[in-house]
């Protein structure tokens, strides 16, 4: 769809009443009742390589893995006991599948979960 096609039917809408209509989009999810969309937060332009298109951005995030893949866990700190006279620090892991993270990590590069790495759960091993 191009943006005059889109600016047409949306002030055919206008011209019969349908100018306080909230604007949500569709999911591809069956529902009961009406169906399944989101609220459209604001509309944009692109730049750069998205040049020539314009975005409708949803309020809430569209795609859902899991809940608890989506809400951020905190991170795991391994430290060991014996740690050969300080040649071992202490490292990041996600909560998850415990791989390795850095500092500057929001998702974990295997299994995709959310991570917090600013309040971490400290273990020692």
């Given at each position: ?14 011209e ?7 604007v ?11 169906e ?20 409708l951005?949803?309020k ?18 391994i ?25 500057e ?10 991570v917090?790495t ?7 091993i």
């Open positions: 769809m191009k943006v005059h096609e889109l600016a047409s039917q949306l002030s055919e809408y206008i019969s009443r349908h100018a306080e209509d909230t949500v989009i569709a999911l591809q999810e069956r529902s009961f009742g009406p399944a969309a989101e609220e459209v937060k604001y509309c944009c332009a692109g730049f750069d390589w998205d040049n020539g298109r314009i975005f951005v949803p809430e995030p569209l795609v859902h893995y899991r809940n608890e893949r989506d809400k951020a866990q905190s991170a795991i700190r430290s060991y006991k014996n740690n050969y006279g300080g040649k071992i620090r202490p490292t990041l892991h996600c909560p998850r599948c415990e791989a390795k993270l850095s500092k990590m929001r998702y974990c590069p295997k299994c995709g979960q959310r917090d600013e309040n971490v759960r400290d273990v020692m």
